[in-house]
Nanobody, 127 residues
Framework: QLELVESGGGSVQPGGTLRLSCTTS????????IGWFRQAPGKEREAVAC????????HIVDSVKGRFTISRDNVKNTVYLQMSNLKPEDTAVYYC????????????????????WGQGTQVTVSS
């Protein structure tokens, strides 16, 4: 059972930056595609970005493109979501998830492809 742990959330002002990290408490997620998702109060969960197992291919949704980047360090067993120029509408609980398949990026981070989920980390953007 792959257990994912997110960290790096917090409260920032509009225009601020945060870097979220996703790692595993045990085992390695080398070989897994990793996705970041978010859920705001009263809204459905939505994909933010995902990256394939070797970090060569990624998808970032239009609403955050140009502001968020996703990367991974398989030596450190960590996937990052770098968030810049944060806006109040980015406020949400952010989750990372892992997929053993090969099509997550091509399928634009379809959430039903992901098998393992973390508990989430809160990001609040407010002045």
């Amino acid at each position: 059972q792959l257990e994912l742990v997110e960290s790096g959330g917090g409260s920032v002002q509009p225009g601020g930056t945060l870097r979220l990290s996703c790692t595993t408490s045990r085992y390695s997620f080398n070989g897994y595609a990793i996705g970041w998702f978010r859920q705001a109060p009263g809204k459905e969960r939505e994909a933010v970005a995902c990256i394939d197992s070797d970090g060569t291919s990624m998808h970032i949704v239009d609403s955050v493109k140009g502001r968020f980047t996703i990367s991974r360090d398989n030596v450190k067993n960590t996937v990052y979501l770098q968030m810049s120029n944060l806006k109040p509408e980015d406020t949400a609980v952010y989750y990372c998830a892992a997929d053993m398949g090969l099509v997550a990026v091509q399928r634009q981070c379809l959430s039903t492809l992901f098998d393992y989920w973390g508990q989430g980390t809160q990001v609040t953007v407010s002045s």
